[in-house]
């Protein structure tokens, strides 16, 4: 099992930036994918970036490709997501999830077993 936790959320005027942390405890790190959804207010919550554990490979929903950027630190147990450029329609709660497979399923929400507690991002104009 693995126990995360989220932290770097808050407000941000639009075009600027910020980074979520995800630290994980509880198991070898290196061995999940790990993913970040977000869920805005009376939406479900939907896939943004994915990274494999060994950071050789990520995937970006469409709408944040070329602004947002997963990295993670298996030294530190720690994943990552560099948001840049942000936009209002980016304002939402920020969850990292893990699971063990790189698979095709990785894009779903259903497919992951671990979930952080929520990150608040709210962007303004």
């Known amino acids: 099992q693995v126990q995360l936790v989220e932290s770097g959320g808050g407000l941000v005027q639009a075009g600027g930036s910020l980074r979520l942390s995800c630290a994980a405890s509880?198991?070898?790190?290196?061995?999940?994918?790990m993913g970040w959804f977000r869920q805005a207010p009376g939406k479900e919550r939907d896939f943004v970036a994915t990274?494999?554990?060994?950071?050789?490979?990520?995937n970006y929903t469409d709408s944040v490709k070329g602004r947002f950027l997963i990295s993670r630190d298996n030294a530190k147990n720690t994943v990552y997501l560099q948001m840049n450029s942000l936009k209002p329609e980016d304002t939402a709660v920020y969850y990292c999830a893990a699971r063990r497979l790189w698979d095709a399923r990785r894009f779903q929400r259903s497919a992951y077993d671990y979930w952080g507690q929520g990150s608040q991002v709210t962007v303004t104009t």
């Open positions: 990274i494999s554990g060994g950071s050789y490979s990520s």
């Open positions: 509880g198991d070898t790190f290196n061995s999940y994918v």
